[in-house]
């Protein structure tokens, strides 16, 4: 479970990083980089959700309500992922002749 954590940690900290100091640091990647961002924090709020906080609580994992938060998660994180890919190439494409 310990590594596990330090996993989800390892996503969500950068994430962090990335919406609130990406865009200062890159500002023609603003948006890739907060969608990006939102993409890891919910990376790791989905490896949390489903190694740890399945084992701590085995009978919440199998309720449909965990398992809606769960996709829930998983979907901002493939959407966002996504999209913070298709806005970087474009940002990065612009002026180009």
Known sequence: MLIA???AACMAVPGLWLVLEGPHQ???F???CVLGGVSAISAGTFVFLVLV???M????S????????EM???MVFVIGG???????????TEGVA
């Open 57 to 60: 609580f085995p009978d919440m």
């Open 5 to 7: 954590t330090v996993w």
């Open 53 to 55: 906080i399945g084992r």
């Open 82 to 92: 996504l999209g913070g890919v298709l806005m970087a190439l474009r940002a990065g």
């Open 72 to 74: 829930l998660v998983f």
């Open 26 to 28: 890159w500002p023609r």
């Open 30 to 32: 603003t948006l890739p």
């Open 62 to 69: 199998k309720r449909a309500e965990m398992w809606a938060i």
